[in-house]
């Protein structure tokens, strides 16, 4: 007997579980399978690294006392948090690789409704206005080069955004060199700088240096809790290459390989560049900056050089942009498979093999938010209600093993279940916290979410009258 509806994609039947494969009702083309493990793990990497790590350090050693073993702490700490979330989506994606990633995890274990409020928040607000803000950034940076006005800004976050959208329209393997490219640009850049840091710099030595040492109270305790929302705001967007996972080339032996490794090197490279920021800055001096890698560089090197930073930030940005269009879609695409979107977006371009509709849809959407400026606003309301869905999605773990136990699982996590069980508490935590410290903006956003339940009714009615 079936356990979800073929209405909704993918069926597990009896034969399924006995095989280890779901069976899969195709309605439209398929997406072709051209990105293979060094595309998904700079995916990982170039999503993830937009601009926090070269802005938010100053803020967490603050928030954290002024202790840089504090700090790194914190650091390590959401590295960790999004590594248990890797090795769990790791399982689910190499055992499920379909396009939609989380959308599909979610709609396999729990129906329709969660997953369709998960893509109604990434359509919205989470993917777009994430987009939105990155090009904004980006309008910003570009600033140390040229004057800009307003109206102008506003022009060039806005082609900002056109051209990601035609990248990726153009092709799946083309959005995926920009990326590759893009990445590398910056990780080199992250590098190079934090090694430049390290070795001439001197500010570690220069002046006392609290690790650990600061006494533990409440008022530390809450400032860790903020340094741990901008730090995981810096790690944000490590699961969007589940989204992909159905252009993945043999996902079953790449996908748990790419994502794990993608997320391991970015905490190496954050930690690594925090520590070039110390040696450059002292403690002191990174607590006082708002613009970290910028103000780093100008102390070693001086003014020009400074601006010059704002090269790798503008590439950083760009690449961060291009990932989530490149990956986000996918999601649009899955719901619209599924009717619970405008069908249109399920088409397959017959010459790009992308979905071209689904990807110009939400780039269009992202131009209004951020063309009317309403983005940062939305962002700050939703955004924590992602960390709901990302525990959800990693429940779905307990679900996939307890209806079919006996599928082909190519990668397992380790230490199930504590792996999983200790990403959910972790990430329903974050979730809390935000209930708690933040309850009009935490409210605002669940009512943004919920406003998606009238339109995932009238789409459920309309495909099942059709």
């Given at each position: 007997m079936p ?6 994609g993918?069926t ?15 309605t439209?083309?398929?997406l072709?399978?051209?990105l293979?493990?060094r ?11 937009g601009s926090?790590?070269f802005?938010?350090p ?15 702490l ?8 999004s590594?248990l979330g ?5 399982e ?14 979610l ?6 409704l ?5 893509g109604?928040a990434l359509?919205?607000?989470i ?8 090009s904004?950034a980006?309008?910003r ?18 082609a900002t955004?056109l051209?990601?959208?035609l990248?990726?329209v153009?092709g799946t393997?083309?959005g995926?060199v ?5 990445t590398?640009?910056?990780v080199g850049?992250?590098?190079l700088l934090?090694?430049?840091?390290l070795?001439t710099?001197?500010?570690l ?6 690790v650990?040492?600061?006494p533990l109270s ?5 400032g860790m809790a ?9 790690y944000?967007?490590w699961?969007?290459v589940?989204?992909?996972?159905g ?5 079953q ?11 391991a090197?970015?905490v190496?490279?954050y ?7 110390l040696a450059a800055?002292g403690?002191a001096g990174?607590a006082?900056s ?5 103000d ?5 090197f001086?003014?020009?050089?400074g601006?010059?930073?704002?090269i790798?930030i503008l590439?950083?940005?760009?690449g961060?942009a291009n990932?989530i269009a490149?990956t986000?879609p996918?999601?649009f695409?899955a719901m619209a498979?599924?009717?619970?979107f ?9 010459r ?9 849809a939400?780039?269009?959407?992202t131009m ?11 962002l ?5 209600t992602?960390w709901?869905f990302?525990a959800?999605?990693?429940?779905t773990?307990?679900v996939?093993?307890?209806r ?6 190519p990668f397992r996590?380790?230490?199930?279940p ?5 990403f959910?508490v ?7 916290s ?8 935490a409210?605002l956003g669940i009512?943004?979410?919920?406003l998606g339940?009238?339109a995932?009714w009238?789409?459920r ?5 059709a």
């Amino acid at each position: 007997m079936p356990q979800i509806s073929p209405r909704f994609g993918t069926t597990f039947t009896r034969s399924a579980a006995t095989s280890g494969s779901p069976e899969i009702t195709a309605t439209t083309h398929e997406l072709a399978r051209v990105l293979r493990l060094r595309d998904v793990i700079l995916i990982v990497v170039g999503t993830v690294i937009g601009s926090g790590i070269f802005l938010v350090p100053g803020g967490v050693l603050r928030d954290s006392g002024g202790d840089v073993g504090l700090a790194l702490l914190v650091w390590i700490i959401g590295g960790g948090l999004s590594l248990l979330g890797a090795l769990t989506y790791a399982e689910l994606g190499a055992m499920n690789p379909r396009a939609g990633g989380l959308y599909v995890y979610l709609r396999d274990a729990f129906g329709p409704l969660p997953a369709f409020l998960y893509g109604w928040a990434l359509f919205f607000v989470i993917g777009s206005g994430s987009i939105a803000t990155l090009s904004a950034a980006f309008a910003r940076y570009i600033q140390q080069f040229v004057v800009l006005s307003a109206p102008g800004a506003k022009l060039v976050s806005l082609a900002t955004i056109l051209v990601v959208t035609l990248v990726n329209v153009w092709g799946t393997r083309r959005g995926a060199v920009v990326q590759n490219w893009s990445t590398a640009i910056k990780v080199g850049a992250l590098l190079l700088l934090s090694a430049l840091l390290l070795t001439t710099g001197n500010g570690l030595a220069a002046a006392p240096v609290r690790v650990l040492a600061t006494p533990l109270s409440s008022q530390l305790l809450r400032g860790m809790a903020v340094a741990m929302v901008a730090v995981l705001w810096a790690y944000e967007g490590w699961h969007y290459v589940t989204f992909s996972a159905g252009e993945i080339v043999e996902p079953q032996r790449i996908f748990a390989r790419g994502i794990i490794a993608g997320t391991a090197a970015i905490v190496v490279i954050y930690l690594l560049a925090n520590l070039g920021y110390l040696a450059a800055l002292g403690p002191a001096g990174v607590a006082q900056s708002n613009r970290v890698a910028a103000d780093a560089v100008t102390t070693l090197f001086g003014g020009t050089w400074g601006r010059l930073v704002a090269i790798p930030i503008l590439v950083s940005i760009f690449g961060a942009a291009n990932g989530i269009a490149l990956t986000a879609p996918r999601v649009f695409y899955a719901m619209a498979r599924d009717g619970l979107f405008f069908r249109k977006l399920a088409e397959v371009h017959p010459r790009f093999g992308t979905p071209a509709v689904a990807i110009v849809a939400g780039s269009a959407w992202t131009m209004v938010l951020a063309g009317s400026g309403t983005f940062e606003q939305l962002l700050t309301y939703v955004v924590f209600t992602g960390w709901a869905f990302y525990a959800l999605a990693a429940a779905t773990i307990f679900v996939y093993r307890r209806r079919l136990p006996h599928a082909a699982r190519p990668f397992r996590v380790p230490g199930y279940p504590l792996t999983p069980a200790l990403f959910i508490v972790a990430a329903s935590g974050i979730v809390v916290s935000t209930l708690v410290s933040r309850p009009t903006q935490a409210l605002l956003g669940i009512g943004i979410i919920l406003l998606g339940m009238p339109a995932y009714w009238w789409w459920r009615r309309s495909n099942r009258a059709a």
